[in-house]
Nanobody
Framework: QLQLVESGGGLVQPGGSLRLSCAAS????????IGWFRQAPGKEREGVSC????????NYIDSVKGRFTLSRDNATMTMYLQMNSLKPEDTAIYYC??????????????????????WGQGTQVTVSS
């Protein structure tokens, strides 16, 4: 069973940067696409970005394209979400999650057709002056 632990959240001013980490254990990461999701107070959980099993494919929602970069290191079983040019609307709890999939070149954060079976506990990101 894949276990995930996020870290790296905090308080940052608008325009600043943070790097979130997601450390995996308990199962080989090779079988999982990884997604990052966020949930702001009073709002539904939103898929932000994902990366395929082999790291070759990444997808981002439009609001973070060009600002966020997702990467993974299967050897160290760690994923990184680099967030630049942060905006107040990026404030949320950020979660990483694992989708066990047979497809090495695929990922999606659409929870209507993907089942993310492993979730971290979340890390708070607050963007405020």
């Amino acid at each position: 069973q894949l276990q995930l632990v996020e870290s790296g959240g905090g308080l940052v001013q608008p325009g600043g940067s943070l790097r979130l980490s997601c450390a995996a254990s308990g199962s080989s990461l090779d079988y999982y696409a990884i997604g990052w999701f966020r949930q702001a107070p009073g709002k539904e959980r939103e898929g932000v970005s994902c990366i395929s099993r082999n790291g070759k494919i990444t997808n981002y929602i439009d609001s973070v394209k060009g600002r966020f970069t997702l990467s993974r290191d299967n050897a160290t079983m760690t994923m990184y979400l680099q967030m630049n040019s942060l905006k107040p609307e990026d404030t949320a709890i950020y979660y990483c999650a694992g989708d066990r999939t047979p497809y090495p070149y695929f990922c999606s954060v659409d929870l209507r057709d993907r089942w993310y079976s492993a979730w971290g506990q979340g890390t708070q990101v607050t963007v405020s002056s």
